[in-house]
Each structure stands twice: as C-alpha cells, then as structure tokens.
C-alpha cells in the first residue's frame, strides 16, 4: 500500500492545475497531485499506474471529459472519478 493517495488530475488549463495543485497542498496534504493538461496523457499514465481518484474536467480538445471517463472504466472499473 502506498504512503499517501494518489490523485489524477486532469484539464487543459495550465491556471487551473496550479490551483488545484495548491489546494490540494493546503487542504489535503495526504494526497500526491499528479496533473496532466491532455486526456490522452493521462490515460498513457493510468494504464500503468494505479490511483486513488480522478478529476477531470468535462470540455477538453480532442478528448473530452466523458470519453476520458469511459477509457478509464476500461482499465479500472471501482477508481472514483470527479467530473
């Protein structure tokens, strides 16, 4: 079991990743941020790694949030996902 949760975070805003990663710092420091501004990229990512949640924005090019959602249920069907 690993030291502290993992958290995949996921939108194509490069502001918003930094928030987020801020946040989570101040409020929920048993979580380790891991950001990815493509869906693509982070599916690559979840393919091999596992996680504890998934945030994910809904409007993102080329992949949107719901598509994401779909990918990821493939490859882990019980991962809480946040829309």
Same mark, same amino acid.
């Given at each position: 079991?690993?030291?502290?949760? @993992?958290? #995949?975070?996921? %939108?194509?805003?490069? =502001?918003? +990743?930094? $928030? ?11 979580? @380790?941020? #891991?950001?990815? %501004?493509?869906?693509? =990229?982070? +599916?690559? $990512? ?38």
């Amino acid at each position: 079991m690993r030291a502290c949760l @993992r958290c #995949v975070i996921v %939108d194509d805003s490069v =502001d918003f +990743l930094k $928030f987020a990663a801020d946040l989570f710092a101040t409020f929920l420091p048993q979580f @380790r941020l #891991v950001r990815f %501004d493509s869906a693509i =990229d982070a +599916l690559d $990512f979840l393919r091999g790694n596992s996680t504890d949640l998934v945030l994910t924005d809904f409007r993102m090019p080329f992949v949107d949030g719901l598509r994401l959602i779909a990918a990821v249920r493939l490859v882990d069907r019980q991962v809480p996902i946040i829309l």
